[in-house]
């Protein structure tokens, strides 16, 4: 299996756009979780999914943050407007079963380095 | 790119020493705890886990060590390679728990 699959690698966009990042889970997987990484706040969930249904979104930072499942091996993570401070990488990691029952098929991405100016 | 943190604390250590990273966790209801390996440029790494019925837990070349009455967390890696170099996090959770908790992390460099 090549992994999780996250993309882009590297963006740089201006304030106010509109960002996009996508996550291809592994097969099987039947857990989505979103994490972002910054030097401030360290690894932080965003959110997570089960079977594609959102389960808990409360570490989501703020309206302007969105995320979708709508199949079992795609989900998105929106940032619309982008600002300065949504700076960070932007993890996807997927497993197989919950964290507690099976912590060790939890898989991260490479992540989505996002820098916005 | 590099694992954001540039101000961690870092441990360097001999190439062939025996590495010992410690982590202090905030929740006295945890109950499963993992380690996490991070490479630069890349996603956090499953090392190895412990739940809080057991104080020790070893895997290959790791022992994970667990003092619940200090909530305090260690991870020992014997014999130290270059391709150990890393950022290290220990994380926590309970049950039911699909929330995991990040430590702050610690870098390692192994010196040649």
């Known amino acids: 299996d090549a992994g999780v699959i996250q993309s882009p690698r590297h963006e740089v966009t201006e304030m106010g756009q509109e960002v996009t990042l996508r996550c291809k889970p592994i097969?099987?997987?039947?857990?989505l979780f979103w994490y972002r990484q910054t030097m401030m706040r360290g690894l932080e969930l965003l959110i997570y999914?089960?079977?594609?249904?959102?389960?808990?979104d409360s570490g989501m930072p703020e309206d302007r943050f969105s995320a979708k499942m709508p199949n079992a091996s795609f989900s998105t993570l929106k940032i619309q407007p982008s600002e300065p401070r949504d700076s960070a990488v932007y993890f996807c990691?997927?497993?197989?079963?919950?964290?507690?029952?099976?912590?060790?098929?939890?898989?991260f991405g490479e992540g989505s380095w996002l820098t916005v100016v | 790119g590099e694992s954001v943190g540039l101000h961690l604390p870092t441990l360097s250590v001999q190439e062939g020493d025996n590495s010992i990273i410690n982590c202090a966790y905030s929740?006295?209801?945890?109950?499963?705890f993992i380690w996490y390996k991070q490479e630069s440029g890349k996603g956090p790494q499953f090392i190895i886990d412990?739940?809080?019925?057991?104080d020790k837990r070893q895997g290959q070349r790791v022992t994970v060590l667990l003092n619940k009455t200090v909530k305090h967390l260690s991870l020992q890696i014997a014999a130290t390679q270059p391709g150990d170099s890393a950022v290290y996090f220990c994380?926590?959770?309970?049950?039911?728990?699909?929330?995991?908790?990040f430590g702050g992390g610690t870098r390692v460099l192994v010196k040649p």
């Open positions: 929740n006295s209801a945890s109950d499963y």
């Open positions: 097969s099987g997987h039947d857990y």
């Open positions: 999914f089960n079977n594609n249904v959102p389960i808990d």
């Open positions: 990691a997927s497993s197989m079963d919950g964290i507690y029952d099976s912590g060790n098929t939890i898989y």
């Open positions: 994380a926590e959770t309970r049950h039911p728990g699909n929330k995991l908790t």
């Open positions: 412990i739940r809080s019925n057991m």
